[in-house]
């Protein structure tokens, strides 16, 4: 029998979980990766250890299901550039694939491994990680293998942009055909990066598909540019995310709307880009489920601050911050259709945040600052 522990004097438990829903004075008891028992902290139930949290507020850990983690070299410069004007464009992910291509194994083991345990600062405890930055069969299924060292949420995205000096429907006809083959017994998801610069719809139907038939869930590249076929392909496919959403039509909304599709916003892209923020609040008010992710990537948006993410979401895109954390776990946990993580629920992983603060409001009230007090996850206190 493992020691069970004894989580108490947890000030506000926002479990996400709408049995349970906001529990004030709670405890949570954990035995070896599981959450074993959730209630009020005067009627805890004996176990081997206790540990008091002295009133703060729990959250559970956070789920990042959009990550860009498997890269070399640096792209400083170019966020440089972008801040004096120039537009974010899909070809910069080409400078990344010559670094990452050009690296050992152990440089990119080792960066993985330094944003991963950033990650875990920031209080995530589950992350989706893509390849993308390899564009070829051999550096798609090195990316992958090493990706799946660091975590069980591993997405093919061979289909990133095209190559230099490649031909697309060769391209194309490679990803879903010797690369797909190499990569899928590495990956649990496929996902293209549908958008001008990127892939059409016909393409990304096809990169879609194929993975699909190879095993593979779907998720998608959408809306990150400009107003495109994405989101539509995503629903469409039953894909389980539509990830950016910076651009959707009314078309768009209505099917995320009638589909299990979640929206993934990215806000962290929004503010390396310089680009407009989605409205989230539009998006929940229509019906659709919303997400919150990093996307952390050397393009885009580098940062592993779901926290930071969170306060965007409050301050920029209309969410409250009980919608935003509820997006970056139980929502967050959806886009990667798992059961077993983002909320704190009898049965459910021990992945729990404990905030150096009286509530989770402070997560956006305190932009920036560094609130986590504890990280557990799976039962072991790792922060
Ligand atoms: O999610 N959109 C495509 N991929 C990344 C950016 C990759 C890059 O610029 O290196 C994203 O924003
Ligand atoms: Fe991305």
Known sequence: MTPTTALTGIGLLATQDPALGEISDAAVVIDGASIVWVGPSASVPAADERVDVGGRAVVPGFVDSHAHL????????????????????????????????????????????????????????TFECKSGYGLDVANEERSLRLAREAT???????????????????????????????????????????ERGAFDASESRAVLLAGIAAGLGARVHAGQLGVGPGVQLAVEVDAASADHCTYLSAGDVDALVHSDTVATLL?????????????????????????????????????????LAIALAVREMGMTPAEAVR?????????????????????????????????????????????????????????
């Open 70 to 125: 498997v890269f070399a070299g640096d792209r400083s410069a170019e966020f440089e550039a972008r801040m004096a004007g120039k537009p974010y464009a899909a070809g910069g992910i080409r400078t990344t694939v010559e670094a990452t291509r050009a690296a050992s194994d152990s440089v990119l083991r080792a960066n993985l491994g330094r944003l991963s345990a950033e990650l875990l600062r920031a209080g995530v405890t």
């Open 152 to 194: 069980a949420e591993t997405t093919f995205l061979g289909a990133h942009v095209v190559p230099p000096d490649t031909d697309r429907c060769a391209y194309v006809d490679l990803v879903v055909g010797p690369m797909l083959t190499a990569c899928a017994p590495h990956a649990r998801w496929v996902d293209v990066f549908c």
């Open 267 to 307: 806000p962290l892209v929004e503010f390396s880009t310089r680009s407009p923020y989605p409205d989230a609040r539009f998006l929940l008010d229509a019906g659709v489920q919303v997400a919150l992710a990093t996307d952390c990537n050397p393009g885009s948006g580098f940062s592993t601050s779901m926290p």
């Open 327 to 383: 997006a970056a776990t139980a929502t967050g946990a959806k886009a990667l259709r798992r059961e077993d993580v983002g909320r704190i629920a009898v049965g459910l992983s021990a992945d729990l945040v404990v905030l150096d603060a009286p509530s989770y409001v402070h997560l956006a009230y305190r932009p920036g600052v560094p609130l986590m007090y504890q990280v557990w996850q799976r039962g072991q206190r790792v922060i």
